[in-house]
């Protein structure tokens, strides 16, 4: 039986259960944020991160690699291109999902979620700069979508990475529009008719009424784990005093860098 480290909010983990899905696999998901599992998140990653997938004895951690081991290992359904311009391309959309678009909207979304309970507001300018670069994003996905098949033709890993990020948006002040997005939309559409992408949508929705039912939290809520990438945008757009301050206050996590 396949084991995954999960949390139905991760977008890592929304990508790895949404490839497990379309696969057809059957798995087990713990939801390793809840404190309670920190201890087993640990064993499995040292960086402590979602996803974590345990098949057997193979333990693998990062979205991308664990997508890469089922590729490899249940390759029936496959979710990677197999033409190798193709398959570039899907890991540089997945790529830009992971480390891009990950970034922009963790560092903005800090006030709207109701896993971090802030009392404060966001330094001015943190929120305009995410909602231009997200929709510079969108600008160039909706270039290259298609206007009939997925972002890479066939439905691929670069599907599965975006959707995720693309459905969280709009609680942010970032929307799809019909008239500078239109193959978007439909792509949009396309994939909210899957069956994977609809268990996931329903997944998300369940679980944050549980979750978060009257103010509670199984999550920890004070402190933020700050990952290479995410402090790369912020840095970039100049918000390194803000972020010294939350460091000098303790609300700061670094993820270990000691794992392989
Ligand atoms: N590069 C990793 C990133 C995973 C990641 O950042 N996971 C976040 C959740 S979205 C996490 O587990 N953070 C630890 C925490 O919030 O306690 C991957 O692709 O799996």
Redesign the pocket.
Known sequence: MITLYD?PF????RKVRLVLDHKGLEYESVDA?ALRHHGDLLAVNPR????ALADGDVVA????DIVAYLEHRYPDVPVLPTDPGVRVAARSWERLA?GVV?SIIHDISLWVWPTHRRQDSPPPGLIEAGRRDLAAILGMLEKSASADGFLCGALSVADFALFPHVSSMRPLGVALDPGAHPKLLEWNRRMRALPCVRKDLEHVKRLATERFAEGASPY?GEKI?W?GDRLEWLFGHGFHAWWLRQLEAGHV?I?AATSP
């Open positions: 949390n991760s977008p890592f983990a944020l402590a991160e979602v996803p951690v990062n979205s991308s992971d990950d920890e784990v990952r996590v993820p």
